[in-house]
């Protein structure tokens, strides 16, 4: 049973930074495709940033200089990297992962994904 568990949220002062985890299990594929998603409260989820099989990396045009996708293949770990954050960060952060594909047309689509995580919260204060 593939699992996606997030870590690494919590609270930081604008400016500061963050690095979030998402561990994954269960599955046998070598290939996957993997994002970060967010939803702010009222808000529509939105998609950050995904990285496809060969390291293909994606960014919302809000995050793009600030944020980084990576994964640690050994770890079976994504993690997202987020720098000189703002108040706008602010929302639960979400990975999602599809497995045996190398890469997906629509990366920030939620229904390209098909195994969530159940997030992780972070909150910039100004």
């Known amino acids: 049973q593939v699992q996606l568990v997030e870590s690494g949220g919590g609270s930081v002062q604008a400016g500061g930074s963050l690095r979030l985890a998402c561990a994954a299990s269960?599955?046998?594929?070598?290939?996957?495709?993997m994002g970060w998603f967010r939803q702010a409260p009222g808000k529509e989820r939105e998609g950050v940033a995904a990285?496809?099989?060969?390291?293909?990396?994606n960014y919302a045009d809000s995050v793009k200089g600030r944020f980084t996708i990576s994964t640690d293949n050994a770890k079976n770990t994504l993690y997202l990297h987020m720098n000189s954050l703002t108040a706008e960060d602010t929302a639960m952060y979400y990975c999602?992962?599809?497995?045996?594909?190398?890469?997906?047309?629509?990366?920030?689509?939620?229904?390209?994904?098909?195994?969530w995580g159940q997030g992780t919260q972070v909150t910039v204060s100004s």
């Open positions: 269960g599955y046998t594929y070598s290939r996957s495709c």
């Open positions: 990285i496809d099989s060969d390291g293909l990396t």
């Open positions: 999602a992962a599809v497995f045996g594909r190398s890469w997906v047309p629509s990366p920030f689509e939620r229904y390209e994904y098909n195994y």
